[in-house]
């Protein structure tokens, strides 16, 4: 999901540089996009401080769950990759009350994007829009019981999105989606493994309770 957001705002950045400025070190600034990952990742920090604060006042009864919950959730985005006829008979993972997405929305347009504490807002404003890995990564927080072990355990997750979106950045529009169609075909063996760490985590939390 937030591959289009990072194309648009690193051809934006290059849309601004000067031609005589041009070179291989202005495009690598441009996709890396610091002040726009820098939002985002404090937002996912904030979201899993909340998250593991939710999940503290219970620890003992709701770990286990939790990660189960989570297991669910990546499988789920497996499957409906990997067999797109069964997008039918599975919930969307993506949704979100309409109202919220118009809000986020709204706030997103009223930022400077030229400048780097608008992409920094941007940054933090877009790491609210739902997304299904995103649920699955903030049960899994939840599941921590402390709010700075979610946090961190969020900002880890978030860390680990960076790499690929500043490849996307870099690759540009059109090598950027051959790139990101080898990846979807990756993506959901990836999702099994998570899904598959998070149930034997969650099979021992039960076992223990």
């Known amino acids: 999901m937030c591959g289009p957001f990072v194309l648009g705002q690193a051809a934006d950045r290059m849309s601004r540089v000067p031609v005589a400025r041009l070179c291989e070190g202005s495009r690598l ?3 890396l996009l610091l002040p726009y990952h820098s939002g985002r990742l404090a937002a996912y920090a904030l979201l899993g401080a909340f998250a593991a604060r939710l999940g503290a006042f219970a620890p003992g009864r709701l770990a286990g769950p939790l990660l189960a919950a989570a297991a669910v959730i990546f499988a789920l985005h497996a499957l409906r990759r990997l067999a797109p006829s069964l997008h039918r008979y599975m919930p969307g993972l993506e949704h979100a009350p309409r109202w919220w997405i118009d809000r986020i929305s709204r706030v997103a347009r009223l930022i400077d994007r030229g400048q780097w504490t608008g992409e920094l807002l941007l940054g933090a404003a877009l790491g609210f829009l739902p997304c299904g890995m995103l649920y699955a990564a903030l ?3 939840a599941a921590v019981g402390s709010a700075a072990g979610g946090a961190v355990a969020m900002l880890a997750f978030g860390l680990g999105t960076v790499p690929a979106l500043v490849l996307v950045a870099l690759a540009g529009m059109a ?14 063996w990836v ?6 760490v998070l149930s034997v985590m969650a099979w021992r939390m039960l076992a223990i309770v």
């Open 175 to 188: 090598a950027g989606r051959r790139w990101q169609h080898g990846m979807a075909k990756l993506a959901p």
């Open 191 to 196: 999702m099994l493994l998570n899904a598959a």
């Open 139 to 141: 049960l899994a927080a």
């Open 29 to 31: 600034r441009g996709a």
